[in-house]
């Protein structure tokens, strides 16, 4: 298919919210396009974005593993600089959320100690304009916030791996299937139903996991997990 309007607006509607749903991606698509074909409409667009060394990546979030498509640099952002519409003070208190959160062993930090935070920053930022920083972090997919907790976002993961690698390479993790970053890693109960008997059955999962640069050692996570 010829690139036309239709994928304009499909470009411009994923960079105006930073981070589109693939749910709503399909919709639009499906609105545009009279199709579902979400990969060749993405193909094309890409095909025009490519001498511009943009993209639109494909990200899960850790936390809902929900699918989004974001708008990024093909040229990885080595300084998390981000736009200029920042002060100095924001993005000091930014960078160093993501320091918590990737040198933490629960991979968040609660919103208490990020307003906490402000008062031992070099620069001035009050805890009300730092609070709305966040939440405006949040709604751009920067962030994301569960039970007062605040997660890497969509976005952070898509734009700024390379950031986080040359920063904090001996801290993070790395799935050995995938080769991808983790920046959450959650164990869930998993229950197996024998339905013969209407028995349990106990399952035994090995996960692997790349440990931090600094140990070069793989470790073997083993969970029980019965009903």
């Known amino acids: 298919m010829v690139y036309n309007n239709k994928h304009k607006i499909v470009l411009q509607t994923i960079m105006h919210k930073g981070a589109l749903s693939e749910n709503d991606g ?21 095909a025009k974005l490519q001498p511009l060394c943009m993209t639109i990546k494909c990200t899960n979030c850790e936390i809902t593993g929900q699918l989004y498509w974001i708008f990024a640099s093909m040229v990885q952002d080595k ?38 935070l402000c008062s031992s920053l070099n620069l001035k930022l009050s805890k009300a304009n730092a609070e709305q920083f966040l939440h405006e972090m949040i709604n751009r997919k920067w962030l994301f916030c569960k039970n007062g907790k605040y997660y890497m976002g969509v976005r952070s993961i898509a734009e700024l791996c390379q950031y986080f690698k040359d920063t904090y390479e001996d801290n993070l993790r790395t799935c050995t299937l995938c080769k991808q970053i983790l920046f959450y890693v959650s164990f869930k109960k998993i229950y197996i139903a024998d339905n013969t008997n209407n028995s349990t059955m106990d399952l035994d999962t090995d996960i692997e996991m790349v440990e931090p640069a600094k140990s070069n050692q793989k470790r073997k996570l083993r969970r029980k997990c019965k009903d």
């Not at 519409?85 to 208490?112: G, K, P, W």
């Open 79 to 116: 300084t998390a600089s981000f736009d200029s519409e920042f002060t100095q003070a924001e993005l000091a208190l930014l960078r160093n959320v993501y320091s918590e959160i990737v040198t933490s062993d629960s991979n968040c930090v609660s919103s208490t100690w990020c307003l906490n």
């Open 26 to 46: 399909k919709e639009l698509i499906m609105k545009l396009f009279d199709h579902s074909n979400t990969t060749r409409i993405i193909s094309e667009i890409n």
